[in-house]
Each structure stands twice: as structure tokens, then as C-alpha cells.
């Protein structure tokens, strides 16, 4: 059974920066693995994914804001996250799935963590 687990979510003014880390029990490196989030009331939304051959995708209301890393020694997945704005606060997931490529649709992913929040007050 593959666990995931993310940390770092917390409050920050806008303009602020945020480290999300979600560590796995599995080998990032094989898998495709992804950020989502989901705001109240609002459904969930791709934001950033990287796949075992490094491939990257990033959702256009984040890609010139947020970047998306791994460290494969570590099986950890993280999402830098900067210039935050009121609009990227959300309960933020990790997830993940072998054999696939980067890709920013849920329906992708079979491994889900519980989730994290990010709060960007104004």
C-alpha cells in the first residue's frame, strides 16, 4: 500500500512563500507524482506534476510562481511555492501512480495523501 504524506502547509501573507513536502513510501523516481489543490466549494485542481523522466507540468495560474522538485534519496516531492496570492489558499494533495507521464488530471492518479492547507491572507 503506498502512503503519502505531505507537510508544510500553514498561513502566509500574499506575497509569501511556502515549501510543501509530501514524502512517500515508494520510489519518487518511478513514479509520476503531482500536486493538486482544492479550494472550498471548488473542485479539485491540477497545479504542478513531474514525471520519472523528469518531464514537468504546471498549471497556468502558477507556472511563473511555483516550482515542482524531487529528491529521489529522499522519496519526498516538493512544491515551492512563491508570490502566494489569496486565490492559491486551498487544501493542498500530493499524489501519485506508476507508468504515466506528467500530467495534471486527477483521474491519473491512484495514490492520494491526506492533505495539507494553505492560507494566503490579504
Known amino acids: 500500500q503506498v502512503q503519502l504524506v505531505e507537510s508544510g502547509g500553514g498561513s502566509v501573507q500574499a506575497g509569501g512563500s511556502l515549501k510543501l513536502s509530501c514524502v512517500g513510501s515508494?520510489?519518487?523516481?518511478?513514479?509520476?507524482m503531482a500536486w493538486f489543490r482544492q479550494a472550498p466549494g471548488k473542485e479539485r485542481e491540477g497545479v504542478a506534476s513531474?514525471?520519472?523522466?523528469?518531464?514537468?507540468r504546471l498549471s497556468d495560474s502558477v507556472k511563473d510562481r511555483f516550482t515542482i522538485s524531487q529528491d529521489s534519496a529522499k522519496n519526498t516531492l516538493y512544491l515551492q511555492m512563491s508570490s502566494l496570492k489569496p486565490e492559491d489558499t486551498a487544501v493542498y494533495y500530493c499524489?501519485?501512480?506508476?507508468?504515466?507521464?506528467?500530467?495534471?488530471?486527477?483521474?491519473?492518479?491512484?495514490?492520494w495523501g491526506q492533505g495539507t492547507q494553505v492560507t494566503v491572507s490579504s
Open positions: 515508494l520510489y519518487t523516481s518511478t513514479y509520476c
Open positions: 513531474i514525471d520519472s523522466d523528469g518531464d514537468i
Open positions: 499524489a501519485a501512480n506508476r507508468h504515466c507521464v506528467a500530467d495534471l488530471r486527477s483521474f491519473v492518479y491512484m495514490y
